[in-house]
């Protein structure tokens, strides 16, 4: 039982190049979300997903595109890479709601953005 | 969308003095949920609060949930250098969204 599992754990990108991030969980989750974590701040949520085949918008969206085709991955695209991406990107999945509604993050993925 | 407001934003604490960080709300939550991370690492769920006015331990570690729903706090009694680390509040909301607080980050010296 693996959990959460994110690819790649590191990335280096140049300006305008594109890049997908992988997420992977094993848990069965309904929920699955993309967040970025900048130094010294917060957990901010770019899209999340309630369901597969189904996504939405966070609080940071712009720049970012993701797809939910399988209930198990849920994949965070950057189509053109800017210097502002770079960041820590954590996943997380959990169930809907009630007791099992704890969100489980995975290793997170370091991205640099020259 | 729904906030939630964290505070302090750093807490440096020498070992054995206790340590609080508080979580407000402008709304009433129907529960919130405390994790910690670790330097480097990611966040890890540590407890979850439903009912007005809860208290919870975890051995040092109390968990409160205000009467109103609107604020929480997590107190650590007798802090220890492996309780290093940033704690964030966070609310979901039953159609999916969750929101975190911006965390308070806890060094120890010892």
């Known amino acids: 039982n693996a959990g959460v599992t994110q690819t790649p754990k590191f990335r280096v990108l140049k300006t305008g190049q594109s890049m997908t991030l992988l997420c992977a969980q094993d848990m069965n989750h309904e929920y699955m979300y993309w967040y970025r974590q900048d130094p010294g701040m917060g957990l901010r949520l770019i899209h999340y997903?309630?369901?597969?085949?189904?996504?939405a918008k966070g609080e940071v969206p712009d720049g970012y595109n993701v797809s939910r085709l399988k209930k198990q991955n849920f994949l965070l695209g950057l189509e053109s890479a800017a210097p502002s991406q770079t960041s820590v990107y954590f996943c997380?999945?959990?169930?809907?709601?009630?007791?099992?509604?704890?969100?489980?993050f995975g290793a997170g993925t370091r991205l640099s953005v020259l | 969308g729904q906030q939630v407001m964290q505070i302090p934003q750093y807490q440096h604490v020498q070992e054995g003095e206790d340590f609080t960080t508080y979580c407000n709300s402008s709304t009433t939550l129907s529960n919130i949920q405390w994790y910690k991370q670790r330097p480097g690492g990611h966040p890890v769920f540590l407890i979850q609060?439903?009912?007005?006015?809860e208290v919870k331990k975890q051995k040092r570690l109390t968990f409160q949930f205000g009467e109103a729903k609107k604020n929480s706090s997590l107190h650590i009694t007798a802090t220890q250098t492996t309780d290093v680390g940033t704690y964030f509040c966070a609310v979901n909301t039953n159609a999916g969204k969750s929101t975190f607080g911006d965390g308070t980050t806890l060094t120890v010296k010892p």
């Open positions: 997380a999945s959990r169930f809907p709601r009630g007791g099992k509604n704890i969100q489980y």
């Open positions: 609060l439903v009912k007005s006015g």
């Open positions: 997903s309630v369901g597969e085949g189904t996504t």
